[in-house]
């Protein structure tokens, strides 16, 4: 289940997200380690949002992970970058599929888009089967775009469009 992030939800969200694996393969503005306080932040930034861009992957009660997107502006006004994370216990599960999928079809019908864009690091042959899974398709490979945790990583470069 997919639903908006809410107070008390900073608990299971600091320890899911505290994951160096996790780190791994999402930008650097993605905290690690990941707080309690990093959580609140999260959690606050969200409840007010004026859109809503950001869910809680929900399984069995509990916030699990993120999928949301970011609205381009100036001349990318209608491209939206999608990015999203889940708790390693819950990986290949199928459920980041489902997740994305399911933000496709919300940011679709709730944004001016024509275009949805994903970046996945070389490091992340997992994602890149979660986007040609939900529909995406692959349009370039930006060779050694990428410098995490000191290496550099080619990014792969999905879209889906309208």
Known sequence: MLRKWQNGDEPYLAYAANN???????????????????ARNWVELNQNNENLLNFAIVFDGDPVGNVGITLGND?????????????????????????VKWMVDYAFRNFDLNRIWAGVFSNNPASMKVLLNSGFKQEAVLQKAVVKDGQELDEYIFSMLK
């Open 20 to 38: 160096i694996n996790i780190w791994k393969s999402v930008m650097d503005i993605f905290p690690h380690p990941y707080t309690f306080d990093d």
């Open 75 to 99: 001349v990318h006004k209608k491209s939206a970058a999608l990015g999203y994370w889940l708790a390693e216990p819950y990986w290949g599960k199928g459920i980041m599929t489902q997740s």
